[in-house]
């Protein structure tokens, strides 16, 4: 094997300016943070007496028609939807809310101009809707409890520290990037 050497010329690095950045955490920011970690303790229970409220989760059957005439991936059957995600088209989960086990429903929907599969696109829809079974996301209020189940922490206070932190450390590696980005280019 030959051991050839490589010259390597360095181009002018010396006075590079790099501009200085702080690193800023906002109050609005950690209670962002706190309140999606919450959501990490919920739990659901069953809803079959109730009504289907925004949050959630109907098993669902669905046929969808455009102009009477069932269309190719318009249906589900068994399809787990939680209410309020955005998940189908606009307008179609807001009319569920309300819905009781056993319901059928027609969902009136207009399919969006700019629309994936652009023969429904700006096309109206209805879908015949079958609500199998409703299941309600329970969220627990953040306490100690909570906190010790999701997180190192023992107390809320100390949780909000640490979620100070992480998100702090997040940006400072966020910055460090940036600055050596920056410095190449």
Not at 27 to 55: C, F, H, N
Not at 117 to 127: C, L, N, T
Not at 157 to 170: H, N, S, T
């Amino acid at each position: 094997m030959d051991n050839k050497t490589i010259q390597v010329k360095l181009a002018e690095y010396k006075g590079i300016e790099v501009r200085k950045r702080e690193v800023t955490v906002t109050e609005q920011e950690i209670l962002s943070e706190m309140e999606r970690a919450r959501t990490y303790a919920s739990t659901t229970e069953d809803k079959s007496d109730g009504s289907a409220v925004m949050g959630d989760q109907a098993v669902i059957d669905f046929v969808g028609y455009i102009d009477d005439t069932p269309f190719e991936g318009g249906d589900g059957q068994d399809f787990p939807l939680t209410l309020g995600s955005n998940t189908f088209i606009p307008g179609f989960e807001e009319q569920l809310d309300g819905a009781k086990v056993g319901d059928q429903v027609d969902v009136r929907v207009s399919f969006p101009e700019n629309y994936h599969a652009k023969e429904y696109a700006g096309r109206e829809a209805v879908f015949k809707v079958t609500v199998k079974s409703l299941r309600a996301t329970l969220v627990p209020e953040l306490s100690d409890e909570v906190v010790a189940r999701i997180s190192p922490c023992r107390t809320v206070e100390e949780f909000r520290g640490y979620v100070e932190k992480q998100i702090r450390d997040y940006k400072a590696d966020q910055i460090l990037q940036e600055k050596e980005n920056e410095a190449l280019t």
